[in-house]
């Protein structure tokens, strides 16, 4: 399961992920920004995902990154910092980071959400 909820305090989208998501569940999610006209067109995402278990393949990654950039196009930047603390979620996160980095959208993953918040307030 997604959910997400943007934090007015913060001016972050704060996103959770919980029990078991799949590729449907990551393909919904990213094309939910495509029509979001109400997030910042500076957007930055905080994703954690502490009791995740992730059920898609590093072959759907490429996928993800297809979506994400179709869904992104409205912003001028995106910058998305990522709290795992498994192994294979940390492994899978880090290997789609590789992949979708680009000039107006940067993702990196962190093992706390204070190393994260750090990162994502001072881009």
């Known amino acids: 399961m997604i959910t997400s909820e943007f934090n007015e305090q913060t001016n972050i989208l704060e996103t959770e992920l919980n029990g078991e998501v ?10 939910e920004f495509k029509s979001n006209k109400a997030l910042p067109r500076k957007l930055k995402t905080l994703v954690t995902g502490n009791r995740v278990k992730f059920k898609f393949s590093v ?15 409205q912003y001028t930047t995106v910058a998305s910092a990522v ?3 498994n192994p294979i979620g940390a492994a899978l996160s880090t290997i789609y980071g590789a ?9 990196k993953v962190f093992s706390t959400r204070e190393a994260a918040l750090l990162w994502l307030n001072n881009i």
């Open 83 to 85: 709290v795992i603390n």
């Open 22 to 31: 799949d590729a449907v569940d990551v393909l919904l999610y990213l094309n």
């Open 99 to 107: 992949i979708a980095n680009n000039e107006k959208y940067k993702y």
């Open 59 to 73: 072959k759907d990654l490429k996928d993800f990154n297809d979506v994400k950039n179709q869904s992104l196009q």
